[in-house]
């Protein structure tokens, strides 16, 4: 049984950082990818960030690029998502997606719960 369990959420101030974390278990995902999604109330998930666990390639969506950064450790089988310079836009509830590519959420197999990240202004 494959679980995604998000961490590191919480509330910051606009211009600050804070840290994600993603850790599988159940299975590895050397074959495939990981990302990170978010949701903001009434709005569409919306891609934010994806890494190619094998080799470690990345994209990112045009509205994080330079201020988040993904990344992921094989060890723990857990990835990171670096959110700095956070703006008050930036506020949702971030998923983790496994087993997967691309910045269409349907091309990823397993999802976890969620964590919320609230910017205030």
């Known amino acids: 049984q494959v679980q995604l369990v998000e961490s590191g959420g919480g509330l910051v101030p606009a211009g600050g950082s804070l840290r994600l974390s993603c850790a599988a278990s159940?299975?590895?995902?050397?074959?495939?990818?990981m990302g990170w999604f978010r949701q903001a109330p009434g709005k569409e998930r919306e891609f934010v960030a994806a890494?190619?666990?094998?080799?470690?390639?990345?994209v990112y969506a045009d509205s994080v690029k330079g201020r988040f950064t993904i990344s992921r450790d094989n060890a723990k089988n857990t990835v990171y998502l670096q959110m700095n310079s956070l703006k008050p836009e930036d506020t949702a509830v971030y998923y983790c997606?496994?087993?997967?590519?691309?910045?269409?959420?349907?091309?990823?197999?397993?999802w976890g719960q969620g964590t919320q990240v609230t910017v205030s202004s």
């Open positions: 997606a496994a087993g997967g590519w691309g910045n269409n959420p349907n091309g990823y197999e397993f």
């Open positions: 890494i190619w666990w094998r080799g470690g390639s990345t």
């Open positions: 159940g299975r590895t995902f050397s074959s495939s990818g």
